[in-house]
């Protein structure tokens, strides 16, 4: 049992698209992350969330403390923003990650 | 700022060697943690540090040790290495916690024989 879930595993997209990517988790947090792992393997963070809603350029990331779910959104996807986007969760005392979603903009 | 660093980038060991990953950082951050990344698993935690002379164990902690002498380096041991420690790992470092942005180094890629 994962205690981090995303989907989903594989994104292909045409430039231009809106893309959406989701996170569930099961346990109770004090903070959830997004990451951004280049294909180079770097990895880097894009947002930290407690609640509601963070913005910066064309990524959006949205937190549903209640339902345990977070979304992170693409707006006008660019071959650039291929990459894996990785959940992270912190409870505190311990961090669980989703396995990653692989996403591929094509132009 | 050189961030966070981390050496080497590659490694090979054999089964039953040790060595130490090195992790470095200049932000002056208080919070430094290490990873393993493994193929259809994701990150997971080996052990963490939240100040100077402070560590504790993550998820994964067993042939590990840490320590944290100064603020700016967070080494990993491998007592003795086996295979199953192959994998990539990261160092993290962040303000003072996971409340706040996390900072990763490069990663190294060690492989156990």
């Known amino acids: 049992k994962n205690e981090v879930e995303q989907s989903p595993q594989n994104l292909t997209a045409q430039e231009g698209e809106f893309i959406t990517i989701n996170c569930s988790y099961s346990?109770?947090?004090?903070?959830l992350h997004w990451l951004q792992q280049h294909p180079g393997g770097g990895i880097v963070s894009l947002f930290m969330l407690s609640s509601g809603k963070k913005k910066h350029g064309r990524l959006i990331a949205t937190i549903n403390i209640q339902e345990k779910h977070s979304s992170l959104h693409i707006t006008a996807s660019h071959p650039r923003d291929s990459a894996v986007y990785i959940c992270a969760v912190w409870t505190g005392n311990q961090f669980y990650f989703g396995t990653g979603t692989s996403l591929t903009v094509i132009p | 700022n050189a961030g966070v660093t981390q050496t080497p980038k590659f490694q090979v060991l054999k089964t039953g060697q040790s060595m130490t990953l090195q992790c470095a950082q200049d932000m002056n951050h208080e919070y430094m943690s290490w990873y393993r990344q493994d193929p259809g698993m994701g990150l997971r935690l080996i052990h963490y540090s939240v100040g100077a002379g402070i560590t504790d164990q993550g998820e994964v902690p067993n042939g590990y040790n840490v320590s944290r002498s100064t603020t700016e380096d967070f080494p990993l041991r491998l007592l003795s290495a086996a295979p199953s420690q192959t994998s990539v790992y990261f160092c993290a470092s962040s303000l003072r916690g996971n409340f706040y942005e996390q900072y990763f180094g490069p990663g190294t890629r060690l492989t156990v024989t």
């Open positions: 346990v109770g947090i004090s903070a």
